[in-house]
């Protein structure tokens, strides 16, 4: 029982030292040419939120319709007059057979995470949704936090989330896959393959770090990491959870 009880603890320990050493030879450490951006200067707030799995950005639609226009982002440009009329976007990445039949942790089953991490190849998409409301208060029960970018950061954001989408036809247009997961929503196809060492998360802390904001892509493997590296390194500000409304009863 003892040499047992060593076993486990030293291979315990192995597993730990080998995550720090890859979270360390891997963190990256932002630009401070672009984040944070100077006092007084242009900025453009986005926020991050996640839930048990999964985590996407939710942008400001004008500053994202300014951002393609400035950088000539066909596909944003497409996206953001598809959902002109909501002043929010949410967009999220991930396994087109996972994110397509997973709208929420009830529907998750253990053949469909074993798939989406360790099959390869798997084909993936980009997952928009117009907000009319804040973040917050679209989704109360989410774990959010805010980033002030700065709009040269945020163009740099913007030309990466724009080569996500991937291209059909001549035209270079933006391929439509059908309705996404909740109110007005859409499924696009993406570029790049989902896996293990390719999720979502890992989607979101490279757009960051486009943006110059410090990301520590093994920390990022779970959205719970990244928000913790975002508010420890990067000062990122979580934002509170929404108090459920009052009756109006005393």
Not at 127 to 147: D, I, K, N, T, W
Not at 154 to 172: I, N, P, S, W, Y
């Amino acid at each position: 029982m003892r040499l047992l009880l060593r076993w486990t603890a030293w291979l315990v320990g192995l597993v730990v030292g080998a995550l720090i050493v890859a979270t360390v030879a891997t963190t990256r450490y932002g630009d401070a040419a672009l984040y944070p951006p100077p006092v007084g200067s242009p900025r453009v707030q986005v926020v991050v939120a996640a839930n048990l799995y999964h985590s996407g950005v939710i942008i400001p639609r004008a500053a994202l319709a300014q951002a393609a226009h400035r950088r000539n982002l066909a596909a944003l440009a497409a996206v953001a007059a598809r959902f002109s009329k909501d002043p929010w976007l949410d967009f999220g990445w991930g396994d087109e057979g996972f994110y397509t039949r997973v709208p929420t942790t009830a529907e998750l089953t253990t053949a469909l995470a074993l798939r989406a991490l360790f099959r390869p190849g798997n084909p993936s998409v980009v997952h928009v949704a117009g907000l009319e409301q804040h973040p917050r208060a679209s989704f109360p029960e989410a774990s959010m936090v805010a980033l002030s970018l700065s709009e040269r950061g945020f163009d740099r954001l913007a030309a990466m989330l724009d080569a996500t989408f991937a291209r059909k036809g001549v035209d270079g247009g933006v391929e439509e896959l059908g309705r996404g997961l909740y109110g007005d929503s859409q499924f696009y196809r993406a570029v790049g393959t989902f896996n293990i060492l390719r999720v979502c998360n890992h989607w979101m802390a490279d757009l960051l770090d486009a943006a110059g904001v410090p990301t520590a892509p093994v920390l990022a493997t779970m959205p719970q990491g990244l928000l913790w590296d975002l508010s420890i390194r990067a000062g990122a500000v979580p934002l509170p959870a929404v108090a459920p409304p009052t009756s109006g009863k005393t």
